[in-house]
């Protein structure tokens, strides 16, 4: 027992080295992808779609004192985190540029995350049994160095992840305070203990995981709020992983209380904004006024699955309404639109997830065939391995449940909202770590040696 204990305490030989490649790797694929940009608009501050210019007009607006004001003077159009730190740089005559580049090195702590969750993940689910193998500790220790290697890679790398770099878009941030929160999750569930360690599978939740420190708790709490103040689609992961939380480690005492705590913080940290919404809106929003509009994209009599936002903004029906009246407007109309035809609402959702999970990119800048070529076949060698991670993990399938919720909560979020590429981007390093348990397993297949046949041994 002691063994174990000092196994999972140390530091693995080179994990250093390898957390700076990977976030070296990141950067400077990041960075390669912004000069090519640089290059083909002879700019760095060009902006390619509309959300980026009402982001950066809001951070203008910030910055001069006006508060945040979005499109049509709505107030509550966006949470305020994203715009908040672009405003920083707002009065800069490149202020984009350097939003950008600091963009560069968000998306780089993306891959170190994803590299020390999969490290973790490794050690405790598909390391060998160090217990009965005399070379166990050594390819123990490899296993979580290749496991978190190629997970850090598998982020730093993903043309996706990698493109929406150069985008003034929430998704660069919001992708690294998810691998973040499911990094701390990780800690908190209890299945860290290594797996000799226990005497049956399902013992971690209750015994290791009792220890979870308080560092990890508010850690976890500070991450919320700040991921909910980035983008309100969040709660959707957010409460995928408190459930999660509560179940796996069985309604204990501590955790409820702690989880409850949690639940308090948000709402407190969001009463100013809920506030500061009903002084200027006349309507206590906790979140944002974009809601109503977004539902009815995605269900309204209109809806294809994908958005088309264009006209219907500016219908006649709206224009002149208050911007709580207008988010209200079509809110009703959305709830409408489920409720006399919910055969379609149905059908629709299957379309969405289509289009999510797609290897190929619908916007029409996407489409030269590079593009779709190199993006569609890392997705489905991604997909791919990332299936192979499962099976390998499939005695610990809690595990893989708790890396595949960020998945399961967005589709089930984007199958009543709009469906694209766009959407499935914040669970892809949860993803890229079941993807490196795959890799990692194939790698431990190719280097242990066979053992002897018992006739061969006589």
């Known amino acids: 027992m002691t063994f174990h204990l000092a196994l999972r305490r140390a530091r693995p030989p080179g994990w250093n080295a390898i957390l700076l490649a990977v976030f070296m790797a990141a950067v400077v694929v990041r960075a390669a992808w912004l000069i090519r940009q640089t290059w083909q608009t002879g700019d760095l501050s060009s902006l390619t779609f ?147 360690a226990a005497t049956h599978r399902e013992q971690p939740a209750t015994t290791a995981g009792r220890h979870s420190s308080n560092v990890h708790w508010m850690a976890i709490t500070a991450l919320t709020v700040a991921t909910v103040y980035t983008r309100p689609s969040s709660l959707a992961p957010l409460v995928g992983l408190f459930v999660f939380l509560l179940i796996h480690r069985r309604f204990e005492l501590s955790v409820a209380v702690r989880t409850l705590g949690v639940v308090l913080v948000l709402i407190l940290s969001l009463t100013p904004w809920a506030w500061r919404n009903q002084r200027l809106t006349g309507d206590r929003c906790w979140l944002t006024h974009r809601a109503g509009i977004s539902l009815y994209d995605g269900v309204g009599p209109h809806a294809t699955g994908a958005s088309d936002l264009a006209d219907i903004k500016n219908a006649p029906a709206v224009r002149g309404l208050g911007e709580a009246e207008w988010n209200a407007y079509f809110r009703d109309q959305a709830y409408r639109s489920i409720r006399e035809d919910p055969a379609r609402i149905i059908g629709l959702a299957w379309i969405k997830m289509q289009r ?90 190719r280097t242990t040696p066979s053992r002897p046949s018992a006739e061969q041994s006589t």
């Not at 399938?397 to 914040?426: D, E, N, Q, T």
């Open 50 to 196: 509309d959300d980026e210019r009402w982001y950066w007009r809001m951070a203008e607006s910030l910055h001069r004192g006006d508060g945040l004001v979005g499109e049509f003077g709505h107030r509550a159009a966006r949470m305020p985190l994203y715009p908040a730190a672009l405003s920083l740089v707002a009065g800069s005559a490149h202020g984009i540029a350097w939003v950008k580049i600091g963009q560069v090195f968000v998306g780089a702590l993306a891959a170190v995350f994803a590299a020390v969750l999969a490290r973790d993940v490794a050690h405790s689910t598909i390391a060998p049994d160090h217990a009965i193998d005399a070379d166990g500790p050594a390819r123990a220790t490899n296993m979580t160095l290749v496991a978190g290697l190629a997970a850090g890679m598998l982020v730093a790398l993903d043309p996706l992840l990698v493109g929406v770099t150069s985008l003034l878009l929430t998704e660069t941030l919001l992708i690294a305070e998810l691998s973040a929160i499911w990094y701390v999750g990780w800690q908190i569930t209890g299945f860290s203990q290594p797996r000799a």
């Open 356 to 445: 999510m999970w797609s290897p190929f990119l619908h916007t029409n800048e996407y489409q030269a065939s590079v593009v779709r070529i190199v993006v569609a076949g890392w997705t489905l060698l991604l997909y791919a391995f990332a299936l192979l991670g499962a099976w390998a993990m499939r005695h610990r399938w809690s595990a893989v449940a708790f890396l595949l919720m960020p998945a399961i909560c967005l589709s089930a979020l984007h199958s009543v909202f709009v469906g694209s590429v766009r959407y499935r981007l914040g669970a892809l390093p949860m993803l890229a770590v079941l993807a490196a348990i795959g890799l990692a397993t194939l790698w431990q297949r």
